[in-house]
């Protein structure tokens, strides 16, 4: 099986989610994986339950760890740091998320795997840098609340969101910063090192909020479900349950007024624009909640929808996945590896040339420390 990364080594060095994530994108695309792992732990995440599959593996590190080799190795340990510099050597690409420096006791920072492997991509994943913010501890939650996320969310109690999220972006901007090196490298021989950060990857996917603070001076505050920019943008309650509108523009509203029965108000001076809705938000809520409290969401979202009105019942992840079904998404994929058959959330892009290489199962720590010792040409391969 093949992608377009085949070919490309990775020497996996991180472990919880970040890092993971990124480094299972390299896999999906063809990319070998190796995983290091400290021996009989393996990764944090690996600990992360309930729940559990099947298999007895946690499905938190199911779902950043598939396609992936693992070897167990102590780095503190001569015959193993061996190992670990033989990898670094062969490796086209290596990431890590260490305390920054941490890498270095080992002979493993960029400058030493630099010197034996001048073409080597390294990405240095971290909370908030190798310099000031070196001893400040990398936790998602901790940086959704020091980089301004909480603030913005929730209603009256800044709250986080329901998943990592920031360990999420920060995955893919290290993703995307990985294969532009790689690029880059193609073009010149020459490797670099990359720095990314979840406190940069946090406030550059801020977008907007962040552009109105760094562009007006505006600090933005918390609106619950609401939109600072855009009205009717909101969770509103149907008869049944809650559902979304997402009116981005004055011909929806338009549409939106008809359907309820309300078509005056598209050309009321407080609502027929999209900025005197945002000033008069509570007013236009107070007419919506009213009218679309007499149907259900699901009633609703068919009579909206034909009329190119976006909207929605809000769903549980359950109905999520249903419904990516439903639209022939195919969402889930099964990986069957030996004895065991995994189920894990599809990777959503679609190539037409070159598909996504599902190489195998999370693995187990170190089950494929034989493989990887022989692929490296070091004593301890079967023969």
Known sequence: MTGTLDGVLVADFSRVLAGPYATMLLADLGATVIKVERPVVGDDTRAWGPPFAPDGQSTYFQSVNRGKKSIDLDLGAPGDREVAEALARRADVLVENYKPGGLARFGLDYGTVRAGNAGIVYCSISGFGP??????????????????????????????????????????????????????????????????????????????????????????????????????YEVLAARDRSMVLAVGNDGQFARLAEVIGLPEIAADPQFATNSARVRNRMALRALLDARLGERDADAWQADLTAVGVPCGPINDVAQGFALAERLGLEPVVTLVDGHRRVRQVANPVRFSATPIAYRGAPPGIGEDRAEVLAMLGLPGAPA
Do not use: C, W
Not at 157 to 179: N, Q, R
Not at 196 to 214: H, I, M
Not at 223 to 228: E, F, K, T, Y
């Open 131 to 232: 310099r000031a913010g070196a001893d400040l501890p990398g936790y998602d939650l901790l940086v959704q609340a020091m980089g301004g996320l909480m603030s913005i969310t929730g209603d009256a109690e800044p709250t986080k969101a329901g998943v990592a999220v920031v360990d999420v972006l920060t995955g893919l901007h290290a993703t995307v910063g990985i294969l532009a090196a790689l690029r880059h490298r193609e073009a010149t021989g020459i490797g670099q090192h990359l720095e990314v950060t979840l406190l940069g990857a946090l406030q550059s996917s801020l977008v907007n909020q962040a552009s109105a603070f760094v562009g007006a001076g505006v600090v933005p505050g918390r609106l619950g479900n609401a939109h600072p920019s855009i009205a009717p």
